[in-house]
């Protein structure tokens, strides 16, 4: 599983060094190669076997459904694999840095089966709200079944 969060820099040539711990993790999880897609105004990283069992799932689904259309239209074309190098580093296409605003400070966050790449704004405006209603977030999660 993938927790915490860290704050790293995208170099000049759109390059993110993935952190230590979660690289670890990736390798165990999948091999060399991840998945980075588009995702709520970030990036989400996925290892190799959990994006294979979300593509499995997806084409489970009813390929008529309009929804089910739209959303592999955006999350499955927007979809790039992604080698990590030897120094540890991921390329992020163009596109999708471009979709998530990042440029150079961000923020890499654990998301339990993901990694979720965010431009460091967008991050501390996201956090900024979360923090301010938790207690109502707390509350909605245990009518969903979450305790604490």
């Given amino acids: 599983m993938f927790r915490g969060k860290f704050s790293h820099t995208i170099d000049e040539k759109g390059r993110l060094q993935i952190p230590a711990k ?6 165990q999880n999948g091999g060399e190669t991840i998945i980075i ?3 709520d105004n970030c990036l989400a990283a996925y290892p190799m076997d959990e994006w294979v069992r979300i593509e499995a799932k997806l084409a489970n689904l009813e390929q008529l459904n309009e929804t089910v259309r739209a959303f592999q239209r955006f999350f499955i074309a927007e979809a790039s694999e992604c080698p990590i190098d030897k120094a540890g580093r ?8 471009n979709y998530a605003a990042l440029q150079k400070d961000c923020i890499v966050a654990g998301q339990i089966s993901k990694i979720e790449i965010w431009a460091q704004e967008r ?8 923090a301010d209603d ?11 079944g979450m305790s604490f």
């Fill in 37 to 39: 897609t588009v995702f």
């Fill in 134 to 144: 938790f207690t109502d977030v707390a509350s909605m999660m245990a009518k969903i």
């Fill in 123 to 130: 991050w501390n405006q996201l956090v900024g709200n979360i």
């Fill in 90 to 97: 991921v390329l992020l296409p163009l596109h999708l840095r």
């Fill in 22 to 27: 979660f690289r670890e993790k990736l390798v």
